[in-house]
């Protein structure tokens, strides 16, 4: 599951380059001849789709930075420069393509990722600029490799390119299945990739989309398919669901899928309507996915041609129509789709109880997306802290996911938040739902989705200003709670992973209790929370270690790996400051146990009472063997 997981950030990091699509098709339209007859303009739009392979390699290289920045894409722009033009001079008859863009893209993080976060102390020669100078000498290396390679490569693609070609109607029907098949995990943008920007060639351009906007009379193919579903076929699925709805809640179900069904019309965005039945009737999904196959080999075998720049929705149709061919027979095929979704989408609603938004018990509210929901007695509770819709659905999510113990990395797409954390069993689901989210799906045990739509980006901006907060016990399904009540306090694990006796950790000045009573653990992860509710009164300057003194007044010291301040605070991240009051759960500190266990004696992280040999506490232990970050309780203490 951890390669899915890997899969996913891939197909994440392909939305970014992907996502000037629109802009390139938008000016290569309007500045052709047949429309405003603008040079500059049509040359600006065919400029981003040649420049293509260096948005991948710069786009697939942020994404999968660990820090996101910057100079992760710099680096993947000189590796792709390296690698295009290197090959090229040990073999003249070379041409990667847009494949060079993916191949620096993935190879850069490699090296980045290792070395951007080290040499802190120097402004120039800083981790991030040296691995700029690490990427441009190890792309070297690439340059030999796939200049011996690569030429068998090409012909290994040539026969891919002349089965697919030689397979027709019938291959554009297998990819429009399995494109549909894979929305639930977000993987169909790999799946993608080949087709529409490596397939075939025409006048040096590459892709089924890319060669349809230069003019390629046989583009075309695994994109048109997708016209009558997104603009005709789910609408027609919408207007079921609103028809077989309750009659009492007819009305607001209209107000929902009328939302969905026109942005599938519109932009080609179809993941809020097709969330709102995936996982309530899976073989619906199932049929859909086997109707968008019928649809690509009924468009194919007409020979009707057309494509998109960003989705198969309307504003594509509307402004790539002269450039398509027959284009306009997709309008009587859609009608005829949607006639077909309609029809059995109904029956089957109707004939198996399907609950479908509007005919639960559940409130429209899981369903209904950002900003729109039913429980209004809790949104007027909410009105005068929360006056942004995307903070308000942030506060929901954060706490249904277990808070900021719970949460590790935040990412998104086009409609979609991907989120990792340290343990999906720990989600809350319904908490999420109630958020106005259009679905949730566990990938595996770390990795989590929660489909939002098109505004999800406010979403993740307000998730992301939220980190370090703790969250709301009443949605934390096993939550810590350590205030003092009748002079007593319980203490919860300051990391996840496994419990060490004290005993056994080889440094004697824990080991022989000279610094207290305690407990170590070997962490999971980097991420380590307050214990207990208190103030933080120390926060070490190298970042390897923090002390709380809690309510009941115990001293407690959580000290990260041993040998640590040698570190100096590299692979180290602080959430808080000295002084903040801080609650259990709450994420104090971030290390990088790769940095942690290459360059310290031991990532054996020990959380000690440092005031427990006062004799002023009681201390009742418990002896789990694996403990959660900021849930499991350690022990419950006791004034004497």
């Known amino acids: 599951m951890r390669g899915l997981g890997s899969l996913q950030r891939l197909g994440k990091s392909l939305m970014l380059p992907i996502a000037v699509l629109p802009a390139a098709g938008l000016l290569n339209r309007l500045g052709a001849g047949d429309v405003w007859n603008i040079p500059f303009i049509n040359a600006g739009g065919n400029a981003l789709f040649s420049y293509l392979a260096l948005l991948f390699a710069m786009g697939i290289a942020i994404g999968l930075s660990k820090d996101g920045s910057g100079s992760a894409a710099i680096s993947g722009a000189i590796v792709y420069f390296i690698l295009n033009f290197g090959a090229t001079g040990v073999d003249k008859t070379i041409n990667m393509g847009v494949f060079a863009g993916f191949i620096a893209g993935l190879f850069t993080p ?193 020979g009707i041609k057309l494509g998109f720049s960003f989705s198969a929705g309307a504003i594509d149709f509307m402004l790539n129509f002269t450039q398509g061919t027959r284009a306009w027979e997709l309008i009587p095929i859609g009608l005829v789709f949607f006639l077909i979704y309609f029809v059995i989408f109904y029956w089957a609603i109707k004939k198996f109880d399907i609950k479908t938004p509007g005919r639960g018990d559940e409130s429209l509210f899981a369903f209904s997306g950002p900003g729109t929901v039913s429980d209004q007695a809790e949104i007027d509770s909410k009105r005068n802290t929360v006056q942004d819709k995307y903070q308000f659905m942030a506060e929901k999510i954060f706490d249904g996911i277990g808070g900021d113990r719970n949460l590790d990395q935040i990412d998104y797409c086009t409609t979609r938040l991907r989120l990792k954390l340290n343990d999906t069993s720990q989600v809350d689901e319904q908490a999420i739902k109630r958020a106005g989210v259009r679905g949730v799906f566990r990938i595996d045990k770390r990795n989590l989705q929660i489909i939002i739509g098109t505004e999800v980006e406010f979403v993740a901006d307000a998730l992301k200003k939220m980190i370090g907060r ?171």
């Open 110 to 302: 490699i090296l980045y990722n290792r070395l951007y976060d080290k040499f802190t102390g120097n402004p120039y020669f800083n981790g991030r600029h040296v691995a700029i100078l690490v990427n441009a000498v190890a792309a070297i290396l690439l340059v030999l490799l796939f200049g011996l390679i690569w030429p068998y490569i090409q012909n290994i693609l040539d026969s891919v390119n002349g089965w697919i070609t030689s397979a027709g109607a019938l291959g554009a029907a297998v990819f429009g299945f399995a494109n549909r098949m894979l929305i639930p995990t977000g993987l169909h943008h790999v799946l993608n990739t080949y087709l529409w920007f490596g397939f075939g060639t025409f006048h040096e351009a590459t892709g089924d989309i890319n060669r349809f906007f230069a003019g390629d009379p046989s583009a075309g193919t695994y994109q048109v398919g997708f016209f009558p579903i997104m603009m005709f076929g789910l609408p027609g699925a919408a207007l079921a669901m609103v028809l077989t709805a309750k009659k009492d809640r007819r009305k607001e179900t209209f107000g929902m899928m009328l939302s969905v069904a026109l942005t599938a019309f519109l932009t080609g965005i179809t993941e809020p309507i097709e969330f709102s039945f995936m996982f309530l009737a899976y073989p619906l999904y199932v049929v859909h996915a086997l109707l968008a196959g019928l649809s690509g080999l009924i468009t194919n075998l007409l």
């Open 470 to 640: 703790p969250s709301n016990p009443a949605h934390s399904k096993e939550g810590g709670k350590s205030h003092p009540e009748n002079g007593t306090e319980r203490v919860f694990a300051p990391a996840t992973g496994e419990l060490v006796p004290l005993t056994d950790v080889p440094d004697p000045v824990f080991s022989q209790g000279m610094m207290g009573q305690g407990i170590a653990i070997r962490p999971e992860n980097g991420i380590f929370v307050a214990p207990a509710d208190g103030e933080l009164v120390q926060l070490a300057e190298t970042k390897h270690a923090f002390g709380i003194r809690t309510r009941l007044g115990e001293e407690i010291l959580v000290h990260i790996g041993l040998d640590t301040v040698n570190l100096k605070g590299e692979g180290f991240q602080t959430f808080v400051k000295a002084g903040d009051h801080v609650s259990v759960g709450q994420r104090i500190i971030k290390g990088d146990l790769d940095i942690i266990r290459s360059q310290a004696k031991s990532d054996l992280s020990i959380m000690v009472v440092t005031n427990s040999m006062d004799h002023a506490f009681t201390m009742e232990w418990k002896k789990p063997d694996r403990a959660v970050a900021g849930k499991t309780l350690l022990y419950q203490a006791r004034r004497k």
